[in-house]
């Protein structure tokens, strides 16, 4: 039995250890997985301008324009300057009460920002830029006024902490009230956020919950626990920053006695257990700060912590104190030591690295397995692109150890899949590494510096020289079997076996290895000379080839077949600024966009060849830019640019084009004065508004501009004009970001100012500013008139002494004339209105219908005002007169008339169109509204009983209706609704037919 246990035993045993060695192999088959790539920053400090390099707190306005607390108050940043509000002086609305500004938290709507400090609060009006001052209302006896934390809610209530004390501000009295305290007196307040409608108070002693009934501060867990911060996560969570024990996720409806299995610390890999500051990003990312460094827990992987340096120096010096993130997405990371830092994590994704702590990468070669061999000062190396990791160097001890510069030497390294051999081109000549020794071994070309390199199908090694021409070496044979005397060769692309593109400093070259022919394109095309430097060259997807240049601009290049003759060079984007950069490398993703390296980073031409983007250091990229054909693209499609400053890889797949919108804002607006008592000039500042008024005595108005494109700022250009005084734009740079205008008349004016990229893309949203130049008092038009009627009375009295007795000699004789003027008038106005009105109706005449329908139709056919025509006839009238007489019918006549005007608009026009009908005119109505004008005038008609001594007579009426747009000519119209008419009395008669 014994023996049964121990066989059993050792059968178990293995297949336990067969089992660990089935899953160690299993995980260590599974597909490597990139590394999240850090995002880049762009720091300020003092040498930026800002007043004070502790950083303790951030906020935005409504401009957009951040707001820094630091130990020398506060700075007002626009992207380009930093302006300082420090203590105050004689007027207490000018600065703070102690310089040392603690918190700094900006309105829902961006209006103000509230401020604390060592002693109290403060609150600044950001288009004022005044501040008003709040007292704390005391706890106890004995009570200090420092600001722990200032923090808005959800709700838009505004929360301060400070020490024990926990406030609220009322917007209904603007004062600060009380609302409860800590009652241990060796603990202190640090941080609130609500939860759902659950009040959350971290402490120094615990983490504690706010009884609104009671207005006290209960213990929920963790008793004598350090937070530091407090923020809300999904699902009622929240995030814990602690002292001692990193950042910690917390959900309240889970009873937890200890808090080690829901946080991420040291142990973790996070920088830091101390906890300055918590920010949760929307792609679910959470940044956390610590006393040595930033670190970010990605939102696929939150197990994992993700280092994030703000710049060169070693992370874990960093003491960060604060973060924010903007409206726009930029987070804003403020330090004790070292200012602050702006990134944009939507930008950075491209990841650079030196090699090795070499930095200058001259050189890349694909080789296995997504691993890349790359050349710099320090020597060859193996990089890794998913782990990140290098190894090497190869040539520590190689055939050139005897040089004490021997790995500067390195320039040019091609893996040859082939025959798995790796050659590189030196200072000396040509090497290959001997995998073995793991060192270079000299090889051929002893003396001749080759600066590129490429192997055709044969074996045949293709070596651009320096300044020594162009060699093709045959391994094989050992020897060169052709050379043309060409300047230094920057890119050898094989077009077959035989034949190869040559880009060189002295324009594009294609050379037959068989023949020795070679022959200059600047012989076939103009677009490309000898004297154009080409830095590359390379197949397109597209069935031709990319060129491009140094300061010439990019070039594409097709053929037909192998026949030279038939090339054309058409130049792409010739307006931007790859016309002026020298360019690198080109490498065409597979959606057919192009990604090229510059010496100013990497521009992204889309695959429509009209989008151009370009990205530099706020993405990741180097800004001191990338070195001529040092690149390289691993089998997934990572691609990779080295330079100066080190090596830059990504993915085209993952790079976000965020598109480019900056708010562009007045940041200043100065009036110069003139003082009317005594002469002398006074400047001004002027309050932030839409508007802004200038008097008589303003003589200059200066505006100053930024646009809120942190990451860039320095890139951008202004246009801007002041409409109704100048009719074209004008363009200054970031240098001089202000518009200055002299003696303005007076009137209203509009100043626009916009943004513009180095794409020269213009912003979408721009700044405006209406100006409203006041006249003086003698100026205004009141005054005006007043001044000329009074020259005029002296004139005209000075005047009348002369003519006084002229006008009484003249006086009878100008009264005769009046009254005999006065007569004609009478006449004329009865003729007239004989002429144009009926005798017997009152209403106007055919004739003066027939004018004010012309003059209607001209307004038609000039501003396109429609009218509609209605006519409207007398049922039966024959009958009436035949029953009771002409008399009876002649009443009926004019009590109709009376009926249709009295219930038409004065604007209408009717008018009486012979015997028993009339005809109307109705401006600006269609013709269904006509409609409804005919229905109410018959339904009138038909409710009347006309009184008609000694009778009492009915009557209805039956009406045609058009629209003018309808018909080509009033003519039409009238002859259309007289037929729609006929129809009516066709029908029935007591009707309107449209």
């Given at each position: ?181 800590l009652p241990s007196t060796t603990s202190t307040l640090t941080d609130i956020e609500l939860i759902g409608n659950t009040l959350y108070v971290t402490s120094t002693s615990g983490l504690y919950k706010l ?104 992370a874990a010096k960093e003491r960060v104190s604060s973060l924010y993130q903007t409206k726009a997405g930029l987070v804003v990371v403020g330090t004790r030591d070292d200012g602050f830092a702006i990134s ?337 000039t006074y400047q001004q500042r002027q309050r932030l508004d839409e508007v802004i008024e200038l008097k008589h005595n303003d003589i200059a108005l200066t505006i100053e501009f930024a646009a809120t494109d ?285």
């Open positions: 039995m014994y023996k049964f246990y121990v066989i059993f035993d050792y059968i178990m045993r293995t297949l336990l250890v067969l089992s660990l060695i089935i899953v160690f192999t299993a995980t260590c088959s599974l597909p490597a997985r990139a590394k999240p790539i850090a995002p880049a920053f762009h720091s300020y400090n003092m040498d930026s301008g800002i007043a004070h390099v502790s950083i303790s707190d951030i906020a935005e306005d409504k401009y957009g324009f951040l707001w820094l607390a630091s130990q020398s108050g506060v700075d007002k940043f626009d992207g380009y300057t930093f302006r300082n509000f420090g203590l105050w002086g004689e007027d207490k609305s000018t600065g703070l009460q102690t310089l040392f500004a603690l918190q700094i938290e900006a309105s829902l709507d961006g209006q103000y920002l509230w401020v604390g400090t060592y002693s109290g609060l403060s609150r600044i009006d950001v288009d004022t830029e005044s501040f008003k001052h709040y007292t704390l209302p005391a706890s106890e006896p004995f009570n200090k006024q420092v600001i722990n934390r200032i923090k808005t809610t959800h709700n838009g209530q505004l929360w301060i902490v400070s020490e024990r004390n926990l406030y609220t501000y009322s917007p209904e009295s603007d004062s600060v009230e009380l609302v409860s305290y009884d609104p009934f009671k207005k006290s501060l209960e213990l929920v867990a963790f008793e004598n626990m350090n937070f530091t911060r407090l923020v809300a996560a999904e699902k009622s969570q929240f995030w814990l920053g602690t002292a001692t024990h990193g950042a910690c996720l917390f959900n309240p409806d889970e009873q937890s006695t200890t808090i080690d299995k829901s946080c991420t610390s040291e142990t973790h890999g996070l920088s830091d257990n101390y906890v300055t500051d918590i920010l949760l990003k929307d792609n679910g990312d959470i940044w956390v700060s610590t006393q040595r460094g930033l670190n970010i827990l990605t939102s696929h992987n939150p197990n994992s912590v993700l280092r994030a340096p703000i710049n060169e120096k070693d944009n994590p939507l930008l950075s994704n491209f990841y650079s690295q030196e090699i090795g702590e070499g930095r200058i990468i001259s050189s890349l070669s694909n080789y296995k397995d997504n691993q890349v061999w790359v050349a710099n000062e320090k020597g060859l190396w193996l990089y890794d692109t998913i782990s990140k990791t290098q190894e090497g160097p190869f040539t520590s001890n190689g055939a050139f150890a005897s040089s004490e510069d021997t790995n500067d030497k390195l320039l040019s390294v091609f893996y040859h899949t082939k025959s798995d051999a790796l050659w590189v081109t030196t200072r000396t000549g040509l090497a290959k590494l001997n995998p073995q020794t793991r060192n270079l071994e000299f090889v051929a070309l002893n003396g001749k510096s080759g600066y590129s390199i490429n192997i055709d199908d044969d074996g045949d090694i293709w070596y651009g020289g320096y300044s020594d021409g162009l060699f093709v070496y045959r391994p094989s044979e050992d020897r060169v079997i052709k050379q043309w005397p060409l300047s230094l060769t920057t890119r050898i692309v094989l077009d077959d076996n035989e034949n190869a593109w040559l880009s060189t400093v002295s324009g594009l070259f294609v050379a037959n290895k068989l023949t020795g022919d070679l022959t200059s394109i600047s012989e076939l095309t103009d677009k490309i000379s000898d004297q154009t430097v080409v830095t590359w060259i390379s197949q397109s997807k597209r069935g031709g080839y990319w060129i491009g240049t140094q300061a010439a601009g990019l070039f594409f290049m097709s053929k037909e077949g192998s026949d030279l003759s038939t090339i054309k060079v058409t130049q792409i984007k010739p307006e931007s600024r790859l016309s002026n950069v020298s360019i690198g490398a080109i490498v065409e993703d597979d959606e057919y966009g192009l990604w090229i390296s510059t010496i100013e980073g990497i521009a992204y031409l889309a695959p429509n060849l009209s989008t151009l983007s370009y990205f530099g250091a706020e993405n990741g990229a180097l800004s001191t830019g990338y070195y001529i054909g040092s690149v390289t693209v691993t089998e997934n499609n990572t691609i990779m640019f080295g330079g100066a400053e080190g090596l830059t890889q990504f993915t085209p797949s993952q790079v976000a084009n965020v598109k480019w919108s900056p708010g562009v804002h007045l940041t200043n607006v100065e009036t110069v004065s003139r003082n009317e008592q005594n002469g002398t942190y990451m860039n700022a320095n890139e951008l250009r202004y246009a801007y004009k002041l409409a109704d005084f100048e009719n074209s734009w004008r363009f200054t740079d970031y240098k001089t970001r202000t518009a200055t205008y002299t003696n303005l008349d007076p009137g209203r004016y509009r100043f626009t100012v916009k943004a513009i990229n180095q794409e020269n893309e213009w912003s979408t949203n721009a700044a405006q500013l209406e100006i409203v130049v006041v006249p003086p008092w003698w100026d205004k038009p009141i005054w005006r008139v007043a001044i000329t009627l009074l020259g005029m009375l002296l004139i005209s009295s000075m005047v009348w002494l002369r003519i006084a007795s002229l006008k009484k000699r003249s006086a009878e004789l100008a009264l005769k004339v009046e009254e005999k003027t006065r007569d004609l008038e009478a006449v004329v106005e009865k003729l007239t209105q004989l002429s144009t009105q009926d005798a017997l109706t009152g209403l106007k005449n055919r004739r003066y219908f027939t004018q004010r329908a012309k003059a209607a139709w001209q307004n038609y056919k000039r501003h396109n005002h429609t009218f509609s025509l209605l006519i409207v006839d007398i049922d039966f009238f024959k009958r009436i007169n035949d029953e009771y007489g002409h008399h009876v019918g002649d009443t009926v006549l004019i009590k109709i008339a009376r009926i249709l005007e009295d219930n038409l608009r004065e604007s209408d026009v009717i008018a009486r169109w012979g015997g028993e009908e009339f005809l109307i005119l109705l401006p600006s109505l269609k013709v269904q509204e006509a409609f409804w004008v005919a229905e109410k005038l018959r339904k009138t008609v038909a409710d009347y009983e006309i009184d008609a001594p000694p009778y009492s007579v009915s009557a209805t009426i039956t009406c045609g209706v058009a629209d003018i747009r309808d018909y080509d000519s009033v003519e039409a119209c009238i002859h259309a609704i007289d037929k729609k008419l006929y129809v009516g009395k066709e029908s029935g008669r007591n009707a309107v037919i449209k």
